[in-house]
C-alpha cells in the first residue's frame, strides 16, 4: 500500500476534501480538539497525514496549529452510538417514520398525496442529475438566461427529496443510491453565492440529506456536509446587514435564517444554532410591526411579500420548537408583535373579507420592471389573490388546528388531505 500511487493520490484526495470539511467546523466551532471515528480511521497516518494538512492550509491564522486532530480508541459499534445520539434534527424522527407508513397504507388521503410522490421518484430514476454552478433567481426579470438556467437545475430537488421520501417510506433500496448521486453531483459542482433569495431553493437538498444521512457513505457525507457548511457559511459572511440603517429588517433576512437554521439542526451545529436563536429574535423586531404588519408589507405594499416573509419563519420556527421545545412562532417581541399575530392580519384576506390591491405603493423599484416584462403578479392594483397565501398557510396549520380547512377551501378540496404538507403536518406536529 506504501509504494501503490494511486492509492496514496485517493487518501490524499479524501484528505483534502475532509480537511476542508473540518476548517469550516472550526471556524464555526472552535474546538480544542477534534476526535474521527468510523471504518476510514483504521488508514491511520495515510488518511491522518493529508487530513490534518489540508485543514491547517484552510484555517484562518488565527486557528492554526490549535487544534488537535484525534482518531477515537473506542470501539467502533461504541462510537456509532454516540455519534447517533448526537443527531439532533430530522425532517422525520423514526417514530414519525413508521406512523408516515401506517398512514399512507390506512388512510385513502395520505395514500394519495404519497403516490404522487413515489410516482415523480419512479419517474426519474434514470435521469442524470443536473447540477448547477451557482442558483441565479433574485434580481432576474422572467425570461432572463440565467434564471431559466437555474429553474432547468432546480428540478432536480424534487427529484432528491421524492427519492429520498419514496426509500425512507417504502424502504425500498432502489430509491437510494440516486437520492445519494443527486446530493454528490450538487455538492460537487454547486458553488454557494451568499443570496438567501437564491439558497432558499435548496430545502429539498437539506431534507433529503436528512432523510438519508445514515445510509451516505463516510466520503460522501464529508462532500455533502462540506457543501452544506458552505452554504452556511457565505449565508453569515454576506455583507448585507440582518438590520438596515432603518432599524427594519425584510424577506430576505427571514429566508437567510432560515437557511442557516436548516443547517445548524442537520449538522448539530451549536455554534451556529446559537447564532440562528440570537439572530431570529434581533430579526423579529426588526421585521414585524405592532399592528402586525410587516416591513415587507410597508415596503412593497404587497401581500405577496407578507406571506413569502413569514413562510421562512414559521419553517424555522417548526424546527427550533420540534427540537428544543422554544416556541418562536409564538414569541412576542417587546413591541408584542409575533409570527402568529402577522399570520392572523393576513386571514381576511385570504378567506376574502378583505381586498388588498398589490404593489400600489411599493418603494422597489424591481416591482415596476417586473410588470413592465409582462408579469402580471406584479401589475400594480391587481388584487391579492388567496391562492398565493397556500404556502404560509399550509405550514402554520403545524401550529394552527383551524387552518387545514382553509387549506381544502383554497385547494377547492375535500380530501382530509389536500397536499402533502397537511401530511406532514399530521405526523409532526407536537402532540
Sequence with gaps: MRGDSIANMIFEFTGQ??????????????????????????????????TRKHMELNLLPIFQNKVKLLFSELQESDAAILGASALAWEIFTNEEIARLQQLVVTDRSAKKQFSLWERAATAALRDAPNPIDTIT???????????????????????????????????????????????????????????????????????????IKEQVPPAYKILIEQWFQQVAMAETKNRRPLV?????????????????????????????????????????????????????????????????????????????????GVDYYHHETSTGASISKSL????????????????????????????????????????????EALGVITVAAWYKPELPGLVQKLKNSTERFPDWQSVVNEITRIR
Aim: proline residues 6%; aromatic residues 10%; glycine residues 4%.
Design 17 to 50: 476534501i475532509l480537511g476542508e470539511a473540518l476548517a469550516n467546523f472550526v471556524m464555526f466551532s472552535s474546538p480544542e480538539a477534534i476526535v474521527l471515528f468510523g471504518g476510514l480511521t483504521k488508514a491511520g497516518n495515510l488518511l491522518l497525514n493529508p
Design 137 to 211: 433567481t433574485e434580481g432576474r426579470l422572467q425570461g432572463d438566461p440565467k434564471k431559466v438556467a437555474t429553474q432547468n437545475a432546480l428540478a432536480d430537488m424534487k427529484k432528491m427529496y421524492a427519492f429520498a421520501l419514496v426509500y425512507r417510506v417504502k424502504n425500498d433500496t432502489a430509491y437510494l443510491q440516486p437520492a445519494i448521486n443527486f446530493l454528490v453531483a450538487w455538492a460537487a459542482k454547486n458553488h454557494p453565492n451568499g443570496d438567501p433569495i437564491d439558497e432558499t431553493n435548496l430545502d429539498p437538498a437539506f431534507q433529503c440529506y436528512d432523510l
Design 244 to 324: 438596515i440603517a432603518n432599524g427594519r429588517s425584510n424577506n430576505w433576512n427571514s429566508h437567510r435564517l432560515k437557511i442557516e437554521g436548516e443547517v445548524a439542526w442537520c449538522l448539530n451545529d451549536e455554534s451556529l444554532k446559537k447564532y440562528v436563536t440570537e439572530n431570529l429574535e434581533r430579526h423579529l423586531a426588526a421585521n414585524l410591526n405592532a399592528d402586525s404588519t410587516s416591513w415587507d408589507l410597508i415596503e412593497r405594499d404587497a401581500l405577496h411579500y407578507h406571506c413569502y416573509d413569514l413562510q421562512p419563519l414559521t419553517h424555522l420556527a417548526i424546527i427550533i420548537q420540534k427540537n428544543t
Design 344 to 387: 392572523d392580519y393576513l386571514i381576511p384576506f385570504v378567506t376574502g373579507e378583505r381586498i388588498h390591491p398589490e404593489f400600489v405603493h411599493s418603494r422597489v423599484a424591481f416591482d415596476a420592471a417586473r410588470a413592465k416584462n409582462n408579469e402580471p403578479a406584479y401589475v400594480a392594483g391587481n388584487p391579492f389573490k388567496p391562492t
